[in-house]
């Protein structure tokens, strides 16, 4: 028994040595390094960094291990820009009940699948913006993935993320009832202050806020926080070097929160020409959740390509062309999880099909999403020092973005997949 534990042992150690003393050479036919295409490159991977990229003039080192990628196109790894690996799709359980009738040990299992689909699709990075009624249990997924436990992308977490008292769910408008809700409830300052800095103590990289939600006296959307309420948010944030990503649908709301100076507004709904020009002024970048709305759409029935577009999805598109014109930075991310996680690049393909070209999509996907989150450092771009997150994809999708759901090769931190 002992000697097999050795060799056990053993042979875990020469994994871990072969990971960091060895060299990959990835052949693919062309490599989009985050900004631009370039048809005769080659990318030399060292342990967990990208050593050389570029056209082959360079000496291979004796132990490179070669990787011919014909016919595929290398790519940064995709980074999800809003993602809920703790639900899952609405039409399987309605999101209520994935809240209070789904324990967290569950809601876990489900994420651990998730987050291996996540990087089996190409999306080597996730900004996972919040467990909706899980608590903190990102921050222990995303340490588990760090140790090797399962595999899964690299987490940007959320944790909870922060509501007005009153104005999220679950709610089924029976005021004898007490519900746990799918984010930590706040009602004055000093509540929101402390929610901000107890999220962050307990793991989150990034301030989630939701600047408006359905509690106006017939359902609508409405403002829940004040400018002054979300800019301590901010500030309290930026001090501890995290970002805020708020949650927006109205006009209204929207306007708040560029004035607080917030990195990021979720879903940006009622967004039009002037709203996009003030966040472009502002540097507050947009992240249109296009497939999100889609897939809500059709769960309620609306038989896509058959029935007539309905007027929500008419106007998002409209708004969304609206932002392009306005050069308003744009992120991608789908709130994947209200669809399914392994199919995160349905977005991309929508925004093409709203109106962006493909090779923006494709930047936002790498080197903007991770420029705006904070991490262009060490992400988002096929770059020497930069980690080795690299896929590869059939066929070219600068050409046709159908391709970024043809993934064939994943590597993180330098490990292929
Ligand atoms: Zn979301």
């Known amino acids: 028994m002992k000697s097999f534990l050795l ?8 994994i871990a040595f072969a990971q960091t003393d060895s060299f990959y050479l990835l052949k ?9 295409m370039h048809g005769d490159w080659v990318v030399l991977v060292h342990g967990n960094k990208v050593e050389n990229a570029g056209s082959m003039n360079f000496k291979l080192p004796a132990n490179t291990r070669v990787i011919d990628l014909k016919g595929t196109t290398l790519l940064p790894g995709f980074i999800e820009g809003h993602s809920h690996l703790f639900l899952h799709p609405y039409n399987e359980v309605p999101w209520n009940d994935q809240v209070l009738r789904e324990s967290s040990a569950e809601r876990t299992a489900r994420a651990v699948n998730h987050a291996k689909a996540t990087l089996m699709a190409g999306f080597t990075t996730v900004r996972d913006l919040g ?45 004898d009832l007490d519900l746990p809700q799918g984010g930590e409830e706040v009602a004055g300052i000093e509540s929101l202050t402390d929610a901000v800095r107890t999220q962050i103590g307990k793991g989150a990289d990034v301030v989630k806020l939701y600047a408006d939600y359905r509690w106006g006296k017939n359902g609508e959307a409405a403002p829940t926080f004040s400018t002054e309420d979300m800019a301590a948010v901010v500030a309290i944030a930026k001090s501890g070097g995290r970002i805020v990503a708020v949650h927006s649908s109205t006009k209204e709301g929207m306007r708040r929160s560029i004035a607080a100076g917030v990195t990021t507004i979720e879903h940006g709904d009622d967004g039009d020409e002037e709203i996009f020009r003030l966040m472009k002024e502002k540097g507050v970048a947009f992240c249109p959740t296009l497939a999100g709305g889609d897939a809500i759409l059709q769960y309620r029935g609306w038989k896509k390509g058959v029935d007539p577009e309905p007027a929500s999805i008419t106007a ?102």
């Not at 899980?134 to 899964?152: Q, T």
Request: proline residues 5%; contains cysteine.
């Open 7 to 14: 060799l056990i042992l053993s042979v875990f150690t020469n």
């Open 28 to 36: 693919p036919d062309r490599v989009f390094d985050g900004e631009t």
């Open 131 to 175: 467990t909706e009624g899980a608590m903190y249990d990102d921050a222990g997924l995303k340490r588990a993935i760090e140790k090797g436990v399962v595999p899964g992308p690299r987490m940007i977490v959320a944790t909870r993320a922060i509501v007005a008292k009153g104005t999220y769910g679950p709610n089924y408008g029976n005021p």
């Open 316 to 417: 998002k598109k409209k708004s969304f062309q609206a932002a392009l014109k306005s050069g308003v930075t744009i992120c991608m991310g789908g709130d994947v999880g209200v669809f399914p996680h392994g199919d995160n690049a349905r977005e991309m393909v929508m925004m093409v099909e709203y109106g962006m070209k493909p090779l923006d999509v494709l930047k936002s996907a790498t080197s903007v999403n991770a420029d705006v989150f904070g991490y262009g450092d060490k992400i988002g771009r096929i770059k020497k020092g930069l980690f080795a997150d690299i896929i590869a994809v059939q066929g070219d999708p600068s050409a046709n973005i159908h391709a970024v759901q043809q993934v064939t090769f994943v590597m993180k931190d330098g490990k292929v997949y």
